[in-house]
């Protein structure tokens, strides 16, 4: 979806400027988004104009190249990612050049910036980042508080963040089917509930602040998006209703809260800490969130979980799983230690040992004594995916598993692929099975490993080139049905010629194989018939 292509807004939420400031009336935006559009200024525009060495050099929260090259060009769009984006200031003359309709002014009017004066070599200075933005389904802008990278201080404890690494992930994980009404729990600034709008018929963000309700109002307003915007925690401003798809990216930080010393030690932020003990905040997304979830819906979050002394890496998941009543799938991308647990958010909220080392040292102790004190050996981050499948099984389908390494910035085809075929699959027998023509995916290749001098492999392997990158290590009967499916012969017929083949029995070879071509279909490298 083009920048600016959205539809109008719904916000009962605290209209725009409550709380932060920013916004004004319908009038202004429209210049606003007329001037964003005339400037060019989108994603791709600004890779142009600053280049690669500049923009990998913004993705390590480094500015200094960026500036350097926008300084250089005379491009509107690149006076504007100075003014915005990398916290440069510029003169009135520059600005009123990039905004020509909406004006300096009207900008300080809405809460955009400030300005020193009204001569044309005075200062400008931006008192928000806004920024465009592409969740691979479609460009829009985000505006959203200064970032440490370009105030060069802590953030604070109200702060509302823009597109972060997360941010970014839940939107590329998020299925894109076209569904009714989509939830986004936790929206920020909304850059979720803008990425629903681009296939939900209605979208609603609920959020605890204040302050991130105004910028989201701002954001869908500029945006020209329809948003029901809920001031409460969580779920409670939807208790009773219905959704088809329910997002969220809580505030899912582990957080000491276990003795009034430790809570005095650490400043707490409104966009990662939950308020709540431990994990708690998300195992009660993951039990709650059925209530709100209609048949055939999908509840989709990142998440932190504790994995605690004695314990496996997903007990405490699997747990949560069976109590939710819902099908499941947790994929853990990575784990920490409690050091590196606490360095990491230390980190995310601008506190550091050169910086401050007396609250650095408080804040880490906090978090090691927390830890310690509750037996926390690391702590799990990974993606929740929750399914209320049409026709339930008669158990639930959980699954947990770790993937790490790089993978597709767009996983929601292959997350919606597998629900589709965990859903088939729940019922079809093994008969009914057999009699399926399946097809090999068209990203899957073989291959073969032999011990210098043998005629025959001594490992044979799977391998999928999209999706999750799965291998699959595939026994001689195995590689042998894969490697005749191709929709003509159905698994029984081709059992039955290896069969012959290897001389034994077709129930035998069905027997052996029926549950890895189950699970090569979970995993999409064999198809089913459509």
Request: proline share 5%; hydrophobic share 40%; with cysteine.
């Given at each position: 979806?083009?920048?600016?292509?959205?539809?109008?807004?719904?916000?009962?939420?605290?209209?725009?400027?409550?709380?932060?400031?920013?916004?004004?009336?319908?009038?202004?935006?429209?210049?606003l988004?007329?001037?964003?559009?005339?400037?060019?200024?989108?994603?791709?525009?600004?890779?142009?104009v600053?280049?690669?060495?500049?923009?990998?050099?913004?993705?390590?929260?480094?500015?200094?190249?960026?500036?350097r090259?926008?300084?250089?060009?005379?491009?509107?769009?690149?006076?504007?990612?100075?003014?915005?984006?990398?916290?440069?200031?510029?003169?009135?003359?520059?600005?009123?050049?990039?905004?020509?309709?909406?004006?300096?002014?009207?900008?300080?009017?809405?809460?955009?910036?400030?300005?020193?004066?009204?001569?044309?070599?005075?200062?400008?200075?931006?008192?928000?980042d806004?920024?465009?933005?592409?969740?691979?389904?479609?460009?829009?802008?985000?505006?959203?508080?200064?970032?440490?990278?370009?105030?060069?201080?802590?953030?604070?404890?109200?702060?509302?963040?823009?597109?972060?690494?997360?941010?970014?992930?839940?939107?590329?994980?998020?299925?894109?089917?076209?569904?009714?009404?989509?939830?986004d729990?936790?929206?920020?600034?909304?850059?979720?509930?803008?990425?629903?709008?681009?296939?939900?018929?209605?979208?609603?963000?609920?959020?605890?602040?204040?302050?991130?309700?105004?910028?989201?109002?701002?954001?869908?307003?500029?945006?020209?998006?329809?948003v029901?915007?809920?001031?409460?925690?969580m779920?409670?401003?939807?208790?009773?209703?219905?959704f088809?798809?329910?997002?969220?990216?809580?505030?899912?930080?582990?957080?000491?809260?276990?003795?009034?010393?430790?809570?005095?030690?650490?400043?707490?932020?409104?966009?990662?800490?939950?308020?709540?003990?431990?994990?708690?905040?998300?195992?009660?997304?993951?039990?709650?969130?059925?209530?709100?979830?209609?048949?055939?819906?999908?509840?989709?979050?990142?998440?932190?979980?504790?994995?605690?002394?004695?314990?496996?890496?997903?007990d405490?998941?699997?747990?949560w799983?069976?109590?939710?009543?819902?099908?499941?799938?947790?994929?853990?991308?990575e784990?920490?230690?409690?050091?590196?647990?606490?360095?990491?958010?230390?980190?995310?909220g601008?506190?550091?040992?050169?910086?401050?080392?007396?609250?650095?040292?408080?804040?880490?102790?906090?978090?090691?004594?927390?830890?310690?004190?509750?037996?926390?050996?690391?702590?799990?981050?990974?993606?929740?995916?929750?399914?209320?499948?049409?026709?339930?099984?008669?158990?639930?389908?959980?699954?947990?598993?770790?993937i790490?390494?790089?993978?597709?910035p767009?996983?929601?085809?292959?997350?919606?692929?597998?629900?589709?075929?965990?859903?088939?699959?729940?019922?079809?027998?093994?008969?009914?099975?057999?009699?399926?023509?399946?097809?090999?995916?068209?990203?899957?290749?073989?291959?073969?490993?032999?011990?210098?001098?043998?005629?025959?492999?001594?490992?044979?392997?799977?391998?999928?080139?999209?999706?999750l990158?799965?291998?699959?290590?595939?026994?001689?009967?195995?590689?042998?049905?894969?490697?005749?499916?191709?929709?003509?012969?159905?698994?029984?017929?081709?059992?039955?010629?290896?069969?012959?083949?290897?001389?034994?029995?077709?129930?035998?070879?069905?027997?052996?194989?029926?549950?890895d071509?189950?699970?090569?279909?979970?995993?999409?490298?064999?198809?089913?018939?459509?």
């Amino acid at each position: 979806m083009a920048y600016g292509d959205r539809r109008g807004t719904t916000c009962s939420a605290p209209t725009i400027a409550a709380v932060t400031g920013i916004g004004g009336s319908p009038q202004q935006i429209d210049r606003l988004r007329s001037d964003l559009l005339h400037s060019h200024y989108d994603v791709d525009t600004l890779a142009d104009v600053l280049g690669e060495l500049a923009t990998a050099a913004m993705a390590r929260e480094q500015v200094l190249p960026a500036i350097r090259t926008a300084r250089s060009s005379d491009d509107p769009a690149a006076v504007l990612v100075r003014l915005f984006i990398l916290g440069d200031d510029v003169t009135v003359a520059e600005a009123t050049g990039a905004l020509p309709e909406l004006g300096v002014e009207g900008a300080a009017g809405l809460g955009l910036l400030s300005a020193a004066g009204t001569a044309p070599e005075d200062r400008v200075t931006a008192r928000v980042d806004l920024r465009p933005v592409d969740t691979s389904g479609g460009g829009f802008w985000l505006a959203a508080d200064l970032g440490e990278a370009t105030t060069g201080t802590a953030v604070g404890a109200e702060h509302v963040l823009g597109l972060g690494g997360a941010s970014r992930t839940l939107a590329e994980l998020t299925v894109r089917t076209p569904v009714g009404r989509a939830l986004d729990l936790g929206t920020g600034s909304g850059i979720q509930a803008l990425n629903l709008a681009g296939f939900a018929q209605s979208v609603v963000g609920t959020d605890i602040s204040a302050a991130a309700l105004s910028y989201a109002a701002f954001n869908a307003a500029l945006n020209d998006c329809a948003v029901d915007l809920r001031r409460g925690s969580m779920l409670e401003p939807v208790a009773g209703e219905q959704f088809d798809l329910v997002v969220s990216n809580p505030p899912f930080v582990i957080t000491p809260r276990g003795t009034e010393d430790s809570a005095q030690a650490l400043e707490t932020y409104t966009y990662r800490d939950g308020g709540r003990r431990g994990d708690d905040l998300v195992r009660d997304l993951i039990t709650g969130v059925g209530a709100v979830l209609a048949p055939g819906g999908i509840a989709q979050f990142l998440a932190n979980w504790e994995v605690h002394r004695g314990e496996g890496a997903f007990d405490r998941v699997q747990q949560w799983l069976a109590e939710s009543g819902l099908d499941g799938w947790v994929i853990q991308r990575e784990h920490a230690d409690p050091a590196e647990y606490a360095e990491t958010w230390l980190r995310d909220g601008g506190i550091t040992p050169d910086r401050d080392a007396d609250a650095w040292r408080r804040g880490y102790t906090a978090w090691l004594d927390d830890f310690e004190a509750r037996g926390v050996d690391a702590v799990g981050f990974g993606y929740v995916t929750l399914h209320k499948p049409l026709r339930p099984a008669a158990l639930p389908w959980h699954r947990c598993e770790e993937i790490t390494g790089t993978l597709s910035p767009t996983l929601w085809p292959t997350i919606a692929a597998t629900l589709a075929a965990k859903d088939r699959l729940a019922h079809l027998g093994d008969e009914l099975l057999a009699d399926q023509r399946l097809r090999v995916a068209g990203d899957v290749t073989e291959e073969r490993h032999y011990t210098p001098g043998q005629m025959d492999p001594q490992v044979i392997v799977l391998r999928q080139g999209g999706g999750l990158g799965r291998t699959v290590r595939a026994g001689t009967a195995l590689a042998a049905v894969v490697g005749a499916s191709d929709g003509e012969l159905t698994v029984g017929q081709i059992a039955s010629g290896v069969a012959v083949l290897t001389d034994t029995r077709p129930a035998d070879v069905l027997a052996d194989v029926l549950p890895d071509v189950r699970g090569l279909i979970l995993d999409g490298l064999l198809l089913l018939p459509e």
